[in-house]
């Protein structure tokens, strides 16, 4: 299975004729920038003083205007690492890592953690019940991709009854 990395370079937008007359840059093109820097640039090398100089470069506050994008792009790497690894987080500390590249919170993270691994999780948890046993040794493993994942009991277990587990 391949795996395409979570980011795609993108162009920017072209100014509009009264953006170029007073010398201004499209506001969307400063997400579109750090789209680019995300394509282009190991994870390890990118600093929030990089990102934050984007914003300056577009006389935008990124986090209050793209929050949304922020966390897609958060979202869009956990995806990755999980298509990658199927199982956990190897990767943890470049998840850390981008999670304050990306100026998100412990709260948000969280979430976004939750919502997207509640997709991987019922995904295997209807893989492991496919012949119709659930073993003891599927339970542990689905107790351990669980707390990979970050999820709290109460989404498991929720999982679990709607599967029939």
């Given at each position: 299975?391949?795996t395409?990395?979570?980011?795609?370079?993108?162009?920017l937008?072209?100014?509009?004729?009264?953006?170029?007359?007073?010398?201004?840059?499209?506001?969307?093109?400063a997400?579109?920038?750090?789209?680019?820097?995300?394509?282009?640039?190991?994870?390890?090398?990118?600093?929030?003083?990089?990102?934050?100089?984007?914003?300056?470069e577009?006389?935008?506050?990124?986090?209050?205007?793209?929050?949304l994008?922020?966390?897609?792009?958060?979202?869009?790497?956990?995806?990755?690492?999980?298509?990658?690894?199927?199982?956990?987080?190897?990767?943890?500390?470049?998840l850390?890592?981008?999670?304050?590249?990306?100026?998100?919170?412990?709260e948000?993270?969280?979430?976004l953690?939750?919502r997207?691994?509640r997709?991987w999780?019922?995904?295997?948890?209807?893989?492991?019940?496919?012949?119709?046993v659930?073993s003891?040794?599927?339970e542990?493993?689905?107790?351990?991709?669980?707390?990979?994942?970050?999820?709290?009991?109460?989404?498991?277990?929720?999982?679990?009854?709607?599967v029939?587990?």
């Amino acid at each position: 299975m391949t795996t395409q990395p979570p980011y795609q370079i993108v162009p920017l937008v072209n100014k509009s004729f009264l953006q170029s007359l007073f010398k201004q840059q499209p506001d969307e093109n400063a997400i579109i920038a750090v789209n680019n820097l995300l394509a282009t640039t190991p994870m390890e090398q990118i600093n929030r003083a990089m990102i934050l100089k984007i914003g300056v470069e577009y006389k935008v506050d990124i986090n209050k205007m793209f929050p949304l994008n922020m966390q897609e792009f958060y979202a869009a790497y956990l995806n990755f690492i999980l298509r990658k690894h199927q199982v956990g987080y190897e990767d943890d500390n470049s998840l850390q890592h981008l999670q304050g590249i990306l100026g998100l919170s412990n709260e948000k993270v969280q979430e976004l953690h939750e919502r997207v691994g509640r997709i991987w999780y019922e995904k295997a948890l209807k893989k492991c019940v496919k012949n119709g046993v659930f073993s003891h040794g599927e339970e542990k493993a689905m107790a351990n991709y669980a707390r990979n994942l970050r999820l709290p009991e109460k989404i498991t277990s929720t999982l679990r009854a709607e599967v029939g587990v």
